[in-house]
């Protein structure tokens, strides 16, 4: 089985700085990766996804991630924040061959202030 | 073109009562899932539902649930009884190919509350 863990359930950041997002996970086997985003009163949508080849992942928004193999770590970052991205960001995993249902972490609220 | 669509929105119910919560996934997406979000908990797999194959239904937390999906259409989470601990937000996904497709495309969600 997998298992993901966020280690900050709140990152309260200023507009314009940078921003990381932790996520590490567990798992007996080669993994999938991804985040998922949350807006306010929507349902999530998917952000980027790590499968296989570059460890450098970009996503949607000026957002990207890095898998980290020796790490188990799948860590977002973004250079330079807006007001529109406070949001509840999820972390997932699921297992190459091992079912289809991501496993999610318990998410961190990012809010981003002028 | 139209995404997950799911309803009610939200949902009141009295503790005892049952509910029923209906999932509309993509058209021509064969895999569906059910997922629970508690308030500050991630998100829970609860069933998976894959063409006509049997459904996975590893992830329901007790007897009380139920899922249906007729054929690649419609599914329906039946919760009996109501409890208290019940209360959470019902999302839905879809996806293409199980196998193959790697994005799950979330509905909004049903607010579930028992009173």
């Known amino acids: 089985a997998q298992s993901v863990t966020q280690l900050d359930s709140q990152v309260p950041v200023f507009e314009e700085a940078p921003v990381e997002l932790r996520c590490n996970y567990s798992?007996?086997?080669?993994?999938?990766l991804f985040w998922y985003v949350q807006y306010p009163n929507q349902g999530l949508q998917l952000l980027l996804k790590?499968?296989?080849?570059?460890?450098l992942v970009k996503g949607i928004n000026g957002f990207e991630a890095e898998f980290n193999k020796s790490q188990t770590s799948f860590h977002l970052r973004k250079p330079s924040v807006h007001i529109s991205d406070t949001a509840e960001y999820f972390c997932?995993?699921?297992?190459?061959?091992?079912?289809?249902?991501?496993?999610f972490g318990k998410g961190t609220s990012l809010l981003v202030t002028p | 073109g139209a995404g997950v669509s799911q309803s009610p929105s939200n949902k009141v119910t009295e503790k005892g009562k049952d509910v029923e919560l209906r999932c509309d996934p993509i058209?021509?997406?064969?895999?569906l899932y059910w997922y629970r979000q508690r308030l500050g908990q991630g998100l829970e797999f609860l069933i998976y539902?894959?063409?006509?194959?049997?459904?996975?239904k590893s992830g329901l937390p007790s007897d009380r649930f139920s899922a249906e999906r007729t054929g690649e259409s419609v599914s329906t989470l039946t919760i009996q009884r109501t409890q208290q601990e019940d209360s959470a937000v019902y999302l839905c996904?879809?996806?293409?190919?199980?196998?193959?497709?790697?994005?799950?495309?979330f509905g909004p969600g049903t607010r579930l509350t028992v009173t």
């Open positions: 539902f894959q063409g006509n194959s049997a459904p996975d």
């Open positions: 790590y499968l296989s080849g570059s460890t």
């Open positions: 798992s007996s086997v080669s993994v999938y």
């Open positions: 058209s021509g997406h064969t895999a």
């Open positions: 997932a995993v699921r297992g190459r061959n091992s079912g289809y249902a991501l496993n």
């Open positions: 996904a879809s996806t293409q190919e199980a196998g193959n497709s790697y994005e799950q495309y």
